[in-house]
């Protein structure tokens, strides 16, 4: 079992930044962010693998890509959003998200993680 603990939340102005931090109990490969805002649907926002040895290529989705950075503290076993640039659409709780081996297509769906944090609130003010 693990669990997950964001944190690194808040209020910001557009154009501002913020990081957010997942702490994880045990061990994982596959590590992702997931973002909700009021009324619609739970969205896929940035993964990325690590596995034997090997730190593999972010993926993001098209509305953060160059904006936001997913990173790993493997000490502190620790994964980051790094998140620049914030627009207003950014408003949403973000959740991280946990899982073994994701390959392919399969990182940007929620059903392929097996845990999840319980979400750290973000506003973004215009």
């Known amino acids: 079992q693990v669990q997950l603990v964001e944190s690194g939340g808040g209020l910001v102005q557009a154009g501002g930044s913020l990081r957010l931090s997942c702490a994880a109990s045990g061990r994982t490969v596959s590590m992702a962010w997931f973002r909700q805002a009021p009324g619609k649907e739970r969205e896929f926002v940035a993964a990325?693998?690590?596995?034997?040895?090997?730190?593999?290529?972010?993926n993001y989705a098209d509305s953060v890509k160059g904006r936001f950075t997913i990173s790993r503290d493997i000490g502190k076993n620790t994964v980051y959003l790094q998140m620049n640039s914030l627009k207003p659409e950014d408003t949403a709780v973000y959740y991280c998200?946990?899982?073994?081996?994701?390959?392919?297509?399969?990182?940007?769906?929620?059903?392929?993680?097996?845990?999840w944090g319980q979400g750290t609130q973000v506003t973004v003010s215009s």
């Open positions: 998200a946990a899982g073994g081996n994701i390959v392919g297509n399969a990182y940007y769906t929620a059903r392929s993680y097996d845990y």
């Open positions: 990325k693998k690590w596995s034997g040895g090997i730190s593999y290529p972010g």
